[in-house]
């Protein structure tokens, strides 16, 4: 069985844990400690509000640990603003990034307007017509080379992974399909 943890600091933590509760050989666990780290296969960075997250995950100490546990090639799979959390670079500096992927992330990238929508994806490993609501989301706006891009709205790319780490600007945790969670556990 496979021990995926969820980061609680804030944002969508308990639809996560649901997810992968519905999945056979895993076992879903909360995180708030840095110590968590080391039981973990894998490791969800939800979504929320990505400056507050960033300010929560240096005062809980784990930001150097989540590098460290990256570099260790366990799977880390961000969502919203998880997706921002995992970049290099962005629009917007109160946002401490932990550089997990080489990606620049454009906040809000959706505009205010149509904050919310939901659309069906095809991503190519995983499967088609994927639903995927997105919520004042993210997109990618530039990839390294090692980058794997993995879906796209309006021309922009949504969805990437570069080796051990998966990132999606949408929430798959708030639809019933659970392929994308069944790919992220499989690369753990
Ligand atoms: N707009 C948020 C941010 O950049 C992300 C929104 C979300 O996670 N649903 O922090």
Redesign the pocket.
């Known amino acids: 069985s496979k021990t995926i943890g969820v980061l609680n600091l804030q ?2 933590v308990s639809e996560h844990l649901n997810m992968l509760a519905s999945l056979d050989g895993v076992t879903p666990i909360t995180v708030k400690q840095p110590e968590q780290l080391s039981q973990l296969d894998g490791l969800i960075i939800p ?5 507050a997250i960033s300010r929560l995950i240096r005062q809980n100490g784990l930001f150097e640990p989540i590098q460290t546990f990256a570099k260790q090639g366990k799977g880390i799979f961000g ?4 997706l ?1 959390l995992c970049g290099s670079a962005t629009q917007h500096n109160e ?1 401490e990034q932990l550089g997990l992927m080489d990606i620049t992330v454009e ?2 990238g959706f505009g205010r307007q149509i904050a919310s929508f939901e659309t069906m994806l095809d991503i190519a490993p995983i499967g088609k017509q994927i639903p995927a609501v997105f ?4 997109y990618i706006a530039k990839t390294a080379k090692q980058v794997t891009q993995l879906a796209f709205v309006d021309n922009h790319c949504v969805m990437a992974e570069q080796n051990n780490i998966l990132v999606c600007s949408f ?1 798959p945790e708030l639809t019933a399909d659970n392929r994308i969670m069944r790919y992220f556990v499989e690369k753990c």
């Open positions: 944002g969508a979504g929320g509000e990505s400056t969502t919203c603003a998880g921002v946002v906040r809000n919520i004042r989301a993210p929430h």
